[in-house]
C-alpha cells in the first residue's frame, strides 16, 4: 500500500523499495551468486562452496569459513543500506571491498526465501534467520560450523513477470559458471567448490602461483599458451598473461579483465589490449588474454554501477599506455614464427629475455623454448635494430587510444633474417632460408607487403611520405564519391605522397606517387586510395592532432597500398632481390603476419623434418 501525504507524491512502501532494489542488481540466478559470494570473501573467507539446483531458481547455496556474525549483526545485515564496508563519504573514494552498498541481502531476500545460518569462530552456536519475500518468519539459535551459509529458493517465485524472463536451467548455470570462473581467476588464494545438481562438483584448491590457477580453471592447454607479462609505473601494477600472436581465437570471449581482484567489463582495458595486437593478428582473430590491474588510491572509481561490473578510471589514457605498451613489449621480444604443424603452441616458440627495465616477462608455463631454429650463429645480438621508431611524435601519438603507431613501436627481434643462409626461391613465391637447427619458409608477397607497410606508416608519422613525380601525368577515372573523397581530404592525400589534381567531375589527374611504390601503376593506387579515404569523416582533416586523429584510418590505406605494390606471387625474383626482401625485414618492427593477417614465415625444426624421412 502506498503511503499519501495528501499529495500525488507518495512513498514507496519498503517492501517495494525493496523489490526495486532487487531489479538493479538480482537479474537472474548468477546476479545472487556473484553478490553472495562477493560478501563471503568480504567476511575473510579463505574456503568458498556455491551449490546450485535447476540452474539457480530451486536454490543457491553459499557457505564460507568466514568470520560470521553476531545474531544482532544478522539481523542488521538484512537492513536496507546496512553495511560493515564503509563509515563516511570518504571511503567511496578507497572501496577495496567487493560489497559496500548494503543492498544486497534485503535486495535478494525480498523475492525469494532465505535462510541464513551464521557462527563466530569463537562462539559456541550459530544463529540462524528464515525469511519469506523478505519479512522474517523465525530465527534462532542453530548448530554448524564457524562461517556464515546462506540459503536462497524460489527465485521470483511469487514474482511471475520476473521469473518468466529466466532463460533454461542450463543458460542459466552458464551465467552462475561464467562468473565464478572469473572470481576464480582473480583469486587463487580461495579455495573453490561449485556443485550443479547431482553432478560431480568442480573444485579449485587454493594456490600461490596465477598460472596454476588458470590451469585449473581455463585447462592446461589454454595456460600453456599464455606469456606472461608485469610491469609497475605511476598508474598502477599490471600482470597479465596473454597468448602469442599464433594461438587467436574467433571472438573476445578468451579475454578476462581484472581491476583490484574485481571481475570487470571495461572497454578502456579490453581496446588497449587488442590496439597490442592490432597488426599482429590476422582480422577477425582476438587473443586469449587474463589481465590483473592493480590501482591503489583513487584511481579507480568502482561505485558506478549497481552490479559493480564497471569502473571508471582518473586517468584512463594513462591505463591505455600502460596496458597497450607492457602486451607490445612483450610481444616484441619474441621471434614469433608460425610452425609447420596445424595446432602450433605458444610453448613451441624461440623466446627471448626482456630487453626494457620496466617491463618483466619470462617463458611459457613449461619453458620449451626453441632458440636455436631462429638465432643463426652470425647474428648481432647487441647491435640495435637497424631502425628505432621511438620518437616524440609517436610518444604524441601514444596518448590517444586507438590512434598511436601501433606496428612502429615494436622493436625488431633478435633475429636477423639477413643473416641467415637463402636457398633459393621455391614455386617463383616462397623464400627458402635455412636457420641453425631448421629450415624457414617466407612468403615473398607478405614479407615485402609487411616492409611497405612499415615504412609507408613510419613515413607518415615522422614527416610525411616521401613523393616520386612521373615523367608523364595519367588521368585516372574514379567514381563520384570517390572523386569526392580525394578533394574533401586533399591535405591528407598530399601527406600520404600523392600529388593529384581534379579532372572533372570524376576524374584526377596524377603528378606524383608515394616513392615507396615508384614504378607501379599509379591507377589502382589512387582508386584503392579513394575507396579507403571514403570512410573517413570529411572534419576529421581539420584542426590540431589532425594526423594522429586520422592516423588509425590511414593504416587501412598503408596496408591496402603496400598490398597493391608488394611483389606478387609467382614473381621470379633475381637472387639480389630476395636478398633485400630478406635484409629489409631486419630493418623494422617484427610482426608474424602481414597487415591483412597473413603469416610471413613458417619455420619447420630438423626435428620435425627428421621425423618426416623417418630418421627419429
Avoid at 608460425?338 to 627495465?357: I, M, R, V
Wanted: glycine fraction near 8%; charge should be negative.
Amino acid at each position: 500500500m502506498l503511503k499519501t501525504l495528501g499529495n500525488r507524491i507518495q512513498l514507496l512502501p519498503d517492501a517495494l523499495i525493496d523489490q526495486i532494489a532487487a531489479g538493479e542488481v538480482v537479474e537472474r540466478p548468477a546476479s545472487v551468486v556473484k553478490e553472495l559470494v562477493e560478501n563471503a570473501l568480504d567476511a575473510g573467507a579463505g574456503r568458498i562452496r556455491i551449490d546450485v539446483k535447476d540452474g539457480g531458481k530451486a536454490l543457491v547455496a553459499i557457505t564460507d569459513d568466514g568470520r560470521g556474525m553476531s545474531p544482532g549483526d544478522a539481523r542488521l545485515a538484512l537492513s536496507r543500506h546496512a553495511t560493515s564496508k564503509i563509515t563516511n563519504l570518504a571511503d567511496l573514494e578507497t572501496v577495496a571491498s567487493f560489497g559496500f552498498r548494503g543492498e544486497a541481502l534485503p535486495a535478494i531476500a525480498s523475492v525469494s526465501r532465505m535462510r541464513l545460518f551464521t557462527r563466530l569462530a569463537d562462539s559456541e552456536e550459530g544463529f540462524a534467520i528464515n525469511l519469506e519475500a523478505g519479512a522474517v518468519i523465525n530465527s534462532g539459535t542453530a548448530g554448524g560450523p564457524p562461517g556464515t551459509r546462506i540459503e536462497v529458493a524460489d527465485l521470483f517465485a511469487k514474482i511471475p513477470a520476473r521469473r518468466k524472463y529466466l532463460k533454461t536451467e542450463s543458460t542459466e548455470w552458464g551465467h552462475i559458471h561464467d562468473w565464478v570462473r572469473r572470481l576464480g581467476l582473480a583469486l587463487p588464494g580461495v579455495h573453490f567448490e561449485l556443485r550443479r545438481d547431482n553432478k560431480t562438483p568442480i573444485i579449485w584448491p587454493a594456490t600461490s602461483d596465477p598460472i596454476d590457477r588458470i590451469a585449473a580453471v581455463l585447462g592446461e592447454g589454454e595456460a600453456d599458451a599464455l606469456v606472461p607479462v608485469e610491469c609497475e609505473d605511476a598508474t598502477g601494477h599490471l600482470q597479465a598473461f596473454v597468448s602469442s600472436p599464433e594461438v587467436t581465437r574467433s571472438n573476445a570471449n578468451g579475454i578476462y579483465l581484472f581491476v583490484n581482484g574485481r571481475p570487470v567489463r571495461d572497454k578502456v582495458m579490453r581496446h588497449a589490449l587488442l590496439t597490442a595486437y592490432r597488426d599482429l593478428l590476422p582480422k577477425a582473430r582476438f587473443p586469449s588474454a587474463v589481465l590483473f590491474l592493480t590501482i591503489v588510491g583513487t584511481g579507480v572509481d568502482v561505485n558506478v554501477h549497481p552490479a559493480k561490473w564497471e569502473v571508471r578510471f582518473a586517468d584512463s589514457q594513462a591505463i591505455h599506455q600502460l596496458i597497450r605498451r607492457a602486451v607490445r613489449d612483450a610481444m616484441a621480444q619474441r621471434n614469433w614464427l608460425g610452425e609447420a604443424s596445424a595446432q602450433p603452441k605458444a610453448t613451441d616458440h624461440p623466446l627471448a629475455g626482456p630487453t626494457h627495465p620496466t617491463y618483466h616477462t619470462s617463458g611459457t608455463r613449461s619453458q620449451n623454448a626453441r632458440d636455436a631454429l631462429a638465432t643463426s650463429p652470425t647474428t648481432s645480438v647487441g647491435e640495435p635494430a637497424a631502425t628505432d621508431w621511438v620518437l616524440a611524435k609517436r610518444d604524441e601519438a601514444n596518448d590517444l587510444p586507438g590512434l598511436e603507431a601501433a606496428s612502429s613501436e615494436l622493436r625488431s627481434s633478435s633475429l636477423q633474417f639477413g643473416n641467415l643462409r637463402l636457398l633459393g626461391q621455391l614455386l617463383a613465391s616462397y623464400l627458402l632460408v635455412e636457420g641453425k637447427e631448421g629450415l624457414l619458409m617466407i612468403d615473398q608477397h607478405a614479407a615485402h607487403e609487411r616492409v611497405l607497410y612499415e615504412r609507408l606508416r613510419a613515413e607518415w608519422i615522422e614527416r610525411g611520405v616521401d613523393r616520386q613525380g612521373l615523367l608523364l601525368s595519367v588521368t585516372v577515372e574514379l567514381d563520384p564519391l570517390g572523386a569526392l573523397a580525394l578533394q574533401r581530404h586533399i591535405e591528407t592525400v598530399d601527406r600520404l605522397g600523392f600529388e593529384l589534381e581534379p579532372f572533372g567531375e570524376s576524374s584526377v589527374v596524377v603528378r606524383a606517387i608515394p616513392a615507396l611504390l615508384s614504378g607501379r601503376d599509379p591507377a589502382p593506387l589512387v582508386r584503392d586510395l579513394a575507396e579507403q579515404l571514403q570512410d573517413i569523416p570529411g572534419g576529421e582533416t581539420e584542426g590540431a592532432g589532425a594526423e594522429l586523429r586520422l592516423l588509425s584510418a590511414a593504416d587501412k590505406v598503408f596496408a591496402s597500398l603496400a598490398c597493391h605494390s608488394a611483389r606478387r606471387f609467382g614473381d621470379h625474383l633475381p637472387e639480389h632481390e630476395q636478398q633485400q626482401i630478406l635484409r629489409d625485414l631486419d630493418t623494422i618492427p617484427w610482426a608474424p603476419t602481414c597487415p591483412h593477417g597473413r603469416p610471413v614465415a613458417v619455420a619447420y625444426s630438423l626435428p620435425e623434418i627428421e621425423r618426416r624421412f623417418a630418421r627419429r
